[in-house]
Each structure stands twice: as C-alpha cells, then as structure tokens.
C-alpha cells in the first residue's frame, strides 16, 4: 500500500476571514506580515459571504512537478511533501501554469515563485486558526501504522454500500490483531456475514454470535477462563444499539459492574436496521423509522435517545469513550486506549454510526454526516478514564453548527418541523451542559 | 480418602461439584437453589473448590458466562430451578446443539402461577425437549454421586451435550441424610482427562466462526441444519450406552451401585407396577414392601435418566407387568395428565398387547407424596386389573 | 531480440510522464525507455540557463538512475530509433538491436528547423535543441561578444535573453511585425520588446532575412530584406521546430508534419501511441490538427497516452491543443493562455484589456460570450493555472464576469476553491 500523508484540511464553514493564517504563514518564512509572503490565501466571497482557499494541496500525481524543467519541484516520499529547491529552479514560472490550485504562486518581492511546505511538519497557519477552519490532519499515520497489517475482515461481504460497521471492523480489527475472541450478537455486524453463512466464516479471528441479550456474559466467561489459564486474549463485542442499549442491557450492565476485561463497541446507528429500521432506544427524538412512523398524527420518535455512553461512564468502567468514524484518529487513540484498560476492565466506545439505507441519504455522505453529527454537537466526542477519574472532550463542542446542517442531511428526519428543530437542538446543548460539568470538575481538579 | 458427612441434598450436590473440580461455577439465587449456590461460593470462599466464582446478575447471564468460558475449554457448573431456569431459557435452549458440556443443578420447583417458590418438577418437565440430558436422584448420595457421573457422561465425545442432575425442591434440597464423600484421587482417576472444546471453540489458536447462519432457501444450508439436528440427536441416542457405561464404571471404582436409566425394584414376578422418578421413590419402595407384605404382587419402576428417554430399559421393565400406575410430580398441560405417564404410554405402545396405564398427580407446590398416597396408587392401579380404569389424572394433595 | 510490455520512445516530458502514469496502475508490468541522449532526461527548456551559465550541467537533469530503478524502468541511453515495424511490433535501434513491444509510445520531440535562408550553407550557426548544441554554442560564446538570434518563439527570446545574460552583444532577426506573435498582442508583444530593448537586445522586426554570408574571423553577416546588416560572432538559429519522425518512414504510421493522433493519442498504427512535440494533435478551439512544441502540453499529452496505454479507468480524453506559457524575462514575468492573441472584439467576443505602460503591466481577458477563451499577461498577479483551468472547464462566469473582470485574483481562486479544489 502507497504511502499516506498528513494533510491540512479546510473548514469553509467555520472560517471568518480574520487573515490570521496568511500572517502566520507569511511570518514564518520570511519574517515579515506582508501578504504577498503568505502560500496560502483565503479568499472571500463578496456575495454570500462565503471563503475560499489557494493552498497546495501537496498532490498525489503533482503536475507542477511533471512540468517543472529543471527538476526543481519534487515529492518527498516521507512527508509527501512538494519540496521546491530554490537553487534549482530557473524561475520558468512553468510550475504556476502547471499548477490549478494556485498551490505554487509568483511572488513579486523575492520575484520567485513560493509553495506550502507545511513548516516542516508542524503548519503555522494550522496552529494559528483558533476557529478551526484549518486544521493539521494527521491521520494518515493511521493508514500508514495499520494500513498494511491484515485485514481479519474477509472481502466480498454483504454489507450495504456505504455502511459504516463494516468500515468499523476493518479498522478495529486491523489495530486489536488475532489474538482476539470477537462477538456479534445478532444485528448488522452479524447481518454481513461477519460470523458467517453455512459454515463460511467472514472473520480471521475466532468470532461467535452471542445472543441478542448476553454478548458482555459470553465475552465475560471466555476471558475469565483465559485469565485463569494464563493467556492474554482480547475480548472484543461489536454491538448494535439495541443489543446494548435495549434487550443487552442487562448483561452488559452486569458485565460492567463485575469489571469484566473486554472492549465493548457499540455501533450505534439508531434502531433497528437489520430487521429494517425499528426504533431503539437510542433512536433521537423526532427520528422517523418503521415503528415511529410519520403520519397526520404521528411525527416520528417523541423520546430522546438513552445515553448509554454516560450511563456506562456512571458503571465506572474502566474506559468509556464516544466516537465517530469520521475523526478516525480519535477513534484510533481511544482504541489504544480502550485495549490498555480492557486488560483490567471493561472499556466501552460508543460509535456513531450513521446508516445510509436505514437513515434515508446517499451511502456517499457517511463520512459527511458522522462529521457534521460530532460538529452540530449530536454527538459529542469524550473520553473517560476511570484510572484517574478523567473526562474530557477530545473535539471542541464551542462554537458547533447549528443542527439543521446535520439534520438537513438525513432522510429520516425530513419531515421534522421548527418546534421539534427547536427540541433537538435544546438538548444537544443541555447534554453538552451536562458533559461539561464533567469535564469542568476535572479542570477544576486539574488546577 | 472419603468421608461420610451428613448433610441436606443441596450440600450433597455442591460436594459433587468440589470433587468434579470445575474451572468456573456461576452462581444467582433462588428458592430452594439458594443454599447450593451459597454452599458453593463458600466452598470457593474456603478454597474446597478452586474455581472462578462468577456471581453475576441474572440466571440468563449465569449460563451465558458459562457458555463462553465453556467455549474457551473450561469444565463449568451452576444451578438453577422455577422461574430463573425460565429467565436462562434464552442461553439453555441454544446449549445443547452448541454440545456445550455443562453440568446444571435443577433443584426442581413448581411453576408460577400461582405465586410459589416450593417443589415440583413443573420446570425440568417444561424444558424436557430442549435437548440436555436430564437425571434424576432419589438420594442425597445419588445426588452428589451423579454430579460427578454427570461430567464424565456430559463431556464423553460421543455425547458432548450439557446436564441436568435433578432433585427436588425442599423435599430433597433441605432433607438431610448420610452421605459420603469420594476420595479426591478415585474422583480424578474415574473422570481422566478434561476437555470441553475439542470440537467448538473461541481460541485464537484455532479461530473460526462458532454458530454461522444456517439454513434459508439455498439447499445447502438447510441440509447443513439437518445435519446439525441430526448430530445432536445422536449424541442423545449415544448417551443412553455411555450414562449406563459410567454408572457401571462408577460402581466397580467407588463402589456405589446405581441403574442408570431405569430401576426396577422388585419386578420380577410382580403383576403390576408403579412408575417413580425423583425423591418421591423412597416413599414408593415403602409402599410397594408394605403390599408385598399384605400379598401384592406390586413392583416399582424408578425413572433415573428421563433424557434421552430410556426406551428400551422402560419398555423392559414394563413389559414385566400387566399394568402400571405411573406418579408425575407436574403436568402436561396439553394432555391433562402427567409427563412421565405420556412417554410410558408411548413405550407400552411398543409391546404386542395393550396393558392399563394411570396417570397420578401429586407433590406439586411442595406437598409431599406419602406412603399412605403411594398405598392408595397401589390400589388403584391394581384395580385397573380388574378393569376398574379411572377416567383422566388422579390428583393427589388435593 | 528483447520484449517489453510498454515501449516509450524518447525520455522527456511527454515520456516520463506517460511512464509515471503506467506505473500509478501497472507495478509490474516491464517499461522500457529508449533516448538516443547518452544522460539521464533533461529537458530542452533548461538549455537556454545552462547556456548562460544560470544552472551547471550536472543539475540540468530531470530524473536520477535511482528513480528509474525504484520503479523498476530499463532506462536505455545512447539508443537511436531508426526504424519501427507496427505489423511485427518492433522497434529497430542504430546498434542493429530490435526490441518487441505490446505498446509503444512515441515521444521522440521535434528538433529544431533550419530554414533554407540564402548562404546559409557557407556559415557556421548553432541551434539549441540537446545538450550538446548547448555544450557547443557555450563553447563558440566563450570567444564571442555578439550574437545573431534568428527567430521570434519563445526559444528564440530565451535564448536571446540568456545570450545577453552571458554578456554578449545581441540581435534579432524577427521576419513578422512583432515577436511572440503566438502568444501576445501586438501591444503586449510591444512591451516585451520594449523591455529586451532597455535591456540591451536589438531586436530588428518586419524584415525577413535576405541572404547570410561569412564575414572575418569566423564571424557572419545576416543581410535582411529592408537592407541593413547584422554582424556578429556567433550565428542562433531559433526559427522553429520539426518533428522528429525520419524513422518512421516505411512504418505505415501516418504523419504529417508529426505524428497525427486522435484524442487518446492513438496514431494510425495499432497498440502506438505519440505524444509531445512529435504528434499532431487535434485542437481545442478549432477543428484540424496541430503540432504544439511546449513543455506543458507534452506532460499533457503524455498523461492522456499513458492512461489510455494502461487503461486507467479514470482515462479521460484530451480536451484538445491549445496555446499556453510561462514567459520570465528580465526580472519580468508573462504568460499566455488560450486565445489570448485576439485584439479586436467580435459580434461574440469580447476583449477586456488592462495597459498600465508606466508600470510595465499588462492584462487582457477574452471571453466568448460568458466563457473565458484567453488570458495573456505580463507583470499581473494572477494564478495562471486557475486561468488554464477555467478556459479547459468552459465555465460558465455568467453572473460574475464583471467581477471576475474587475478582480481575476480573488475571484479565479474563489471559482477554483468552489469548483474544483
Ligand atoms: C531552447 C528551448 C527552450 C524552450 N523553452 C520552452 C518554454 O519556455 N516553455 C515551453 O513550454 N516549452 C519550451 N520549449 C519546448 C519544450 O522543451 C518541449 O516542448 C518539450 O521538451 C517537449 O517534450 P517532448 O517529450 O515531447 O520532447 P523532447 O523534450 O524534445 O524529448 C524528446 C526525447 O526523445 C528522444 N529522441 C528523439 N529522437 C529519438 C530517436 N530517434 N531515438 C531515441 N530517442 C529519441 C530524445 O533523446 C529525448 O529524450 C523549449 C525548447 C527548447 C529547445
Ligand atoms: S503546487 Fe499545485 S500541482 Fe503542485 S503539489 Fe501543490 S497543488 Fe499540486
Ligand atoms: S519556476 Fe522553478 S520550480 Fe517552477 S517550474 Fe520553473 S524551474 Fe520549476
């Protein structure tokens, strides 16, 4: 697998045009605030007020290297970086024909042409942006780490396109390995085939399907036995919402209490998708599915979502964590995490996971959605480590989008009106109250 | 070395378990359980029993937590009975196809409701075809003895199927009789070798996918289903020659004799007899001695191992007599009448000519069944040789 | 006789490019490249600095034997193609070796013309087209103080203008009313004339060349037609190019002045692709085909050859040729894109020009009706390649062409960040 690179990533949305970024950059190379300096430049939009960006994109198949002439621009294979050696060029200006970023510009101080070199790994301009709208992305070390380690997911499964479980798997299993017993009581992860059809099995690790209702006792019996014979095995449950939050409930609940070792991820998409789109208790409120239907009565879910993460912190589980697949890095971090503490304890992640055949929007979103869902505040992303009483957001909920730019996405709450708008963005802010008193006592703790 | 103790049945059961050694036990109470579950977790307490003690939060999680550590090779045990073998039913029914070695206690109770927490052997009738073995003791020493038995027959490789060892609730569960204790090193000699997952397992060592979907249209997984049914079936079959093969092996190395499927107590030359299973029996032989006395030619036929169902040991033994009176300690709701008398009805099926059979009720919701109850099945059932057959179940206790 | 998958043909732009885009689908599959150069690729727009010394020749190249080993290419040096059999599939080199290929793709260049100027014959003049042109042309400079540059392209400016650099005296000879005539306006055009002037580069326009002959000490005298002479010591021939396609004769591939392709860069002949300097090439603006000598539309046109060689999925077809470049002179700085030439609008076109003489700026848009056509500029801070973009896309500025007429910068990076960033 090719290499993968860091990248700087932007958030129109969130930018203002405070120039902030272009005087980093600007003073960074050369020590001045001139503009003229600056590699990347934002650019707005006099009608709707909305910014654009020029910055090199530290391409893949760069052209402006292809049609350098003197050999002047060229990747770095370890950063990915598009280096410019300023003794080799010859100043065509090629390079800012080539280039349709206006990645590589001209610049009539120095009269050379300039290019981002992400300072060497630590991008000022990145740093600078406190709203966030530039952001250093570091993720690729991911795929770089793990990206070649064996996929224990076999291909050619039956999941739906885009589904975001099995990008879950993927990924879980690549960074927890095969010495790992997996449950996947019945619901999608099961549905794909993942313990498999007919005596074909989808997984390269010993994998079962518990029941509905006993994945963290069938996991919690296994490791005991192994713990008494002496070898180290990870016990890992992908469960739906409703294996956990609903019928599950109770063994897990128990599971938690006891301190049983294993990770317990919950892929939360909300209902009941296998079965074709029932309501669980973690359905949101206002959410359409086939059990909260939409009619001249009835306007979807009139319940808020169970918050099982917080519920699980309050079992003092050794590691409780919220995640989205589109912050993988979080989501690796907390593995990290979450594999450490199941060696003592339960470590519980919470994953959003947005369904497009279930929520009604193209499997093409996914990613969009999941982010959107951690930026509106719907799903907060947090950590808690019971070792040490720690909570903390691991994604800044000041400052969210408003809701409507995640629910405005989604089929399933198409039909919702302003008052149940209204509802819905009054508790994402009054659980991001409650979760900041939380994190709140762990500053006042931490000075 | 044995010891001779004397203790109540639920204690009897729990030294079984101490001499089976198992590597988890998991415990939840229940009336009349309870005090086997306590004297297990103080067994562990004390280090008589070197396991891993789960003591989880529900019957269904007791059994779950067994499955997987029995999954992952470990020799497990529990008990349960009433309304908590109903809450384990989810993880009980799917035991056996998975040929999961665990060894259960049922310390029978009746069925809610009415609201009842005494004996009664409504809730192992009620679980019957599910598939796990089932015996049952008429003595605290049968108790503790078949504990043991109860590995070696569940985990034989031509059974690999879970274990119910009955006794009855309070009737047997707080009776206290003589018992001795087998010596640790004849225990161990007489059960060898553990080894529970040989042939299904979660271990990284030798991963695979433990319950795949089966079935559905495509022709194959249907027929792979039928297979599947078709093996545990025969593990059944199976367990009728292996449970007689231990108990033999148990007598001729402890010592203590038992018929493995069916006992007949004197038999041989009697016109008729009465069918027991469970702790009602003693009762019963009394009964029975006392008509030999008066000149009855009454016999008594103790149902020991109920599943599988002992076919051929059952249709002997009725084929010596000219009727039975057979006493269920619970109901067949469908049938208006007992269980054990329904599957005797279906032996007697296979003999050339038809004998009279009556179906007797009693000891339900703890009562307890006397001689003198067993005096007077004895002499209804002789009647039905002069051709006085009572018509549906005759209720005792009521 | 040995056997490769993919065959390439020249080892510059349009090759190298077309290599690289083999190997981004196709890790194994063996690439061969052939050059008749005895060194590693460089890339003939180098040659002008190297000439004037701006660069020194061990930095000119393109690529290093490392790179051609890490991605696995037999780099063939100091191998001439001198024939090709398209029904055999192979290639006949000068040492007599033949090579099988599956694909071939020609991109052997163009080289430069020499037009039969009257006495030509009787005087010693350079072109600057290899390496050693410009090995030799440094050599005849180093005892010259004058130099006689015919020609009115870019080469024939860059090559001036390094001359110059170097510290000779120059002229040119340029036949048309203006230089450049390909890529500037006559007032754009005047500019740059202006500013070579200033510089110290006469530059003789509207006068074709008469008749050139030998002069004392090696140096030559070009006579042009309005009647004044030129003397001077070293005598440039830049006064076009020709594709390089003498070996082919006999190969049943069709050409005309180069190689004639379609769209994928496909040539008459099965499994042969060509592109660069060497093909003819349809065109974006115009029907018929043409032979585009620059540096970026050989990478492009090595692309498009390279993915469908290798049957990249995400192929698509050449959008079509069309003028484009980068002009750096004399701490000034042009460029050209599209039809950038028009001077006067039509009933659909609409010519937006921007002179500040005083300033040594110049800007001027075209548009065909809500499309942008053509950019030129020299000294305007624009993003030339957001320019290129918009032109290839054909967007639609409708609404916001005032504002992109009166802002180009900010609103071309915007329309870029917005559509295809
Ligand atoms: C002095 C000069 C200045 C220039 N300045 C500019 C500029 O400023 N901007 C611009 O856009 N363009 C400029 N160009 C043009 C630009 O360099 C060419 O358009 C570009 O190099 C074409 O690339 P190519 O790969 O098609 O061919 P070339 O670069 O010409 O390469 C041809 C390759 O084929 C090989 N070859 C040729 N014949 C054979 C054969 N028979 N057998 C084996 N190998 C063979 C050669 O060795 C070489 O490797 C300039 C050119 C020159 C000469
Ligand atoms: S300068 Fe432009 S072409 Fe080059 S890597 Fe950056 S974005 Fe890509
Ligand atoms: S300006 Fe420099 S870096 Fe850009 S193409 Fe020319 S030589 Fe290369």
């Known amino acids: 697998m090719d290499k993968s690179y860091h990248t700087i990533a932007f958030y129109p949305q969130k930018c203002n045009g405070c120039n902030d970024c272009i005087e980093a950059c600007a003073r960074i190379n050369t020590g001045e605030v001139s503009p003229a300096h600056s590699r990347i430049a934002i650019v707005k939009d006099s009608e709707d007020g909305s910014f654009g960006l020029a910055l090199c994109r530290q391409c893949g198949e760069p052209r402006c290297v292809m049609d350098c002439p003197a050999g002047a621009l060229s990747k770095n294979e370890d950063t990915g970086v598009i280096q410019w050696e300023e003794t080799k060029c010859v100043n065509c200006q090629l390079c800012t024909l080539a280039c349709s970023y206006a990645g590589i510009t001209y610049n009539p101080v120095t009269r050379k042409v300039m290019k981002c070199d992400m300072c060497g790994g630590d991008p000022a301009c990145a740093k600078v942006c406190g709203r ?112 956990t939050a609903d019928v599950g409930f109770q063994s897990l609940s128990g599971a938690a209490e006891r301190g049983e070792q294993m990770i317990y991820i919950c892929i939360d998409n909300e209902g009941y998708m296998n079965t074709g789109v029932q309501r669980s208790s973690t359905t949101p409120y206002g959410a359409w599915t086939s059990t909260t239907p939409v009619g001249s009565v009835l306007r979807g879910k009139t319940q808020d979502a169970k918050p099982m993460p917080v519920l699980m912190m309050m079992h003092n589980c050794a590691y409780v964590a919220t995640a989205s697949t589109a912050f993988m890095e979080d989501y690796y971090a907390k593995l990290d995490k979450a594999v450490a503490a199941a060696k003592h304890g339960m470590a519980y992640i919470h994953v959003f996971s947005p369904c497009p055949t279930g929520w009604r929007f193209p499997p093409a979103m996914l990613i969009e959605i999941a982010r959107k869902g951690v930026e509106t505040n719907t799903v907060p992303l947090w950590e808690y480590i019971n070792d040490g009483n720690e909570f903390h957001f691991t994604h800044s909920v000041d400052n969210p989008l408003p809701v409507q730019e995640f629910l405005s996405l989604i089929g399933k709450y198409r039909h919702l009106d302003a008052d149940q708008i209204d509802h819905i963005q009054k508790m994402n802010k009054r659980r991001i109250e409650m979760l900041k008193m939380f994190s709140e006592q762990e500053e006042r703790r931490a000075s | 070395m044995s010891k001779t103790i004397v203790c109540d049945g639920n204690e009897a059961a729990a030294w079984g378990v101490v001499k089976a050694r198992p590597d988890m036990v998991a415990v939840y109470p229940i009336t009349p359980q309870s005090s086997l579950a306590e004297y297990i977790s103080q067994f562990v307490a004390d280090g008589l029993i070197e396991a891993d003690l789960m003591d989880v939060e529900g019957e269904h999680s007791v059994l779950s937590v067994l499955q997987g550590a029995c999954l992952a090779g470990a020799r497990t045990f529990t008990a349960t009975c009433g309304q908590g073998l109903a809450f384990m039913f989810e993880p009980y029914f799917r035991t056996p196809p998975l040929r999961l070695p665990i060894v259960m206690s049922l310390v029978t109770r009746d069925g809610i409701s009415p609201q009842c927490v005494w004996g009664g052997q409504q809730d192992a009738m009620t679980v019957r075809e599910v598939g796990w073995i089932q015996m049952y003791c008429e003595t605290n020493q049968e108790i503790l003895d078949t504990i043991i038995m109860a590995y070696k027959i569940a985990e034989h490789r031509d059974v690999m199927l879970p274990t119910n060892v009955c006794h009855d609730g309070n009737y047997q569960s707080y009776g206290v009789e003589q018992v001795e204790i087998p010596d640790q090193g004849d225990v161990d000699a007489f059960l060898g070798e553990k080894n529970t997952n040989w042939h299904v397992a979660l271990d990284p060592d030798r991963p695979m996918g433990v319950d795949p979907l089966t079935g559905g249209a495509a022709a194959s997984g249907a027929s792979l289903f039928v297979r599947y049914r078709k093996g545990t079936c025969k593990g059944m079959q199976n367990a009728l020659r292996v449970i007689a093969e231990v108990h033999e092996e148990w007598g001729r190395k402890i010592g203590r004799h038992y018929s493995p499927l069916v006992e007949e107590y004197r038999l041989d030359d009697a016109d008729y007899a009465i069918v027991t299973i469970g702790g009602m029996t003693g009762a019963g032989k009394d009964a029975v001695d006392m008509a030999r006395e008066a000149g009855e030619k009454v016999g008594l036929i103790k149902v020991k191992t109920f599943r599988p169902y002992p076919l051929q040991a059952m249709l002997q033994a009725v084929s010596k007599v000219k009727a039975v009176g057979i006493v269920d300690r619970s109901v067949s709701f469908g049938w208006n009448a007992g269980p054990v008398y329904q599957e005797v009805l279906s032996t007697l099926y296979h003999r050339k000519e038809r004998i009279p059979a009556v179906s007797f009720i009693g000891g339900l919701a703890g009562a307890d069944i006397t001689e003198d109850h067993f005096s007077q099945i004895i002499e209804t059932t002789a009647r039905t040789l002069r051709d006085e057959i009572p018509e549906g179940p005759i209720w005792i206790n009521e | 006789m040995s056997h490769t998958k993919y065959l390439i043909v020249g080892c510059s732009h349009a090759g190298l490019t077309a290599m690289e885009t083999i190997r981004l689908q196709d890790s194994e599959g063996a690439i061969t490249m052939v050059t008749r150069e005895e060194t590693l690729p460089y890339s003939p727009t180098i040659l002008p600095y190297f000439i004037a010394g701006q660069v020194p020749q061990e930095q000119i190249f393109l690529r290093d034997q490392a790179y051609f080993d890490k991605l696995n290419v037999t780099l063939l040096k100091g191998a001439a193609v001198v024939g090709a059999d398209s029904a055999a599939k192979t290639i006949r080199l000068a040492s007599g070796d033949e090579i099988h290929y599956e694909k071939l793709l020609l991109a052997t260049g163009a080289g430069a013309t020499v037009p039969p100027f009257p006495g030509i014959e009787n005087v010693r003049y350079q072109v600057v087209r290899d390496l050693n042109d410009a090995l030799k042309l440094r050599e005849t400079m180093n005892q010259a103080k004058s130099a006689i540059v015919i020609g009115a392209g870019l080469i024939a400016m860059h090559s001036a203008e390094n ?117 003819q090439a349809p065109q974006f603006f115009e029907p018929g085909k043409t032979v585009n000598a620059t540096l970026p539309n050989a990478v492009t046109q090595g692309r498009v050859a390279g993915m469908d060689m290798v049957s990249d999925p995400a192929f698509k077809p050449y959008s079509g040729s069309s003028g484009l470049n980068t002009f750096n002179f004399f701490g000034h700085h042009a460029f050209s894109v599209g039809l950038a030439t028009i001077a006067e609008p039509t009933e659909d076109i609409e010519v937006n020009t921007t002179l500040l003489p005083s300033g040594l700026r110049y800007q001027k848009l075209v548009f065909q009706k809500d499309r942008l056509v053509g950019v030129s500029a020299i000294n305007a801070a624009l993003d030339p390649g957001i320019m290129r973009e918009l032109i290839r896309r054909q967007t639609d500025l409708g609404a916001i062409k005032e504002k992109f007429v009166s802002a180009p910068l900010e609103t071309g990076r915007l329309l870029m960040s917005k559509l295809w960033r």
Request: aromatic share 6%.
């Open chain 1, 132 to 243: 966030g709208a530039l952001e250093y992305l570091t993720s690729s070390d991911l795929y770089d780490k793990w990206g070649d380690m064996e996929d224990l997911f076999v291909p050619g499964i039956s999941a739906c396109l885009g589904c975001n479980s099995e990008l879950l798997i993927r990924h879980t299993l690549r960074r927890i390995g095969p010495e790992t017993v997996v449950a996947t009581p019945p619901g999608c992860v099961a549905g794909v085939g993942s313990v498999g059809v007919n005596g074909f099995t989808a997984t390269k690790t010993p994998v079962f399907h518990p029941l509905l209702t006993n994945t963290a006792s069938m996991l919690a019996g296994a490791r005991r036995y192994y713990n008494r014979i002496g070898r180290d095995i990870t016990m890992l449950a992908f469960g739906g919402d409703g294996g």
């Open chain 3, 163 to 279: 001359l110059a650099h170097a510290g000779l005296k120059v002229s040119m000879v340029v036949r048309r009313k203006v230089s450049l005539f390909a890529y500037f306006d006559v007032a754009a055009a005047g500019l740059i004339e202006k500013i070579f002037e200033d510089n110290g580069v006469h530059i003789a326009t509207g006068s074709g060349v008469a008749k050139i002959s030998p002069s004392d000490g090696g140096r030559c005298v070009v006579t042009l037609e309005s009647g004044e002479d030129l003397t001077g010591d070293v005598l440039l021939l830049a006064a076009g190019v020709r594709p390089r396609i003498e070996y082919l004769e006999g190969s049943g591939i069709e050409t005309d002045a180069g190689i004639l392709v379609d769209n994928s860069m496909r040539t008459s002949a099965a499994d042969i692709w060509a592109a660069g300097d060497v093909a």
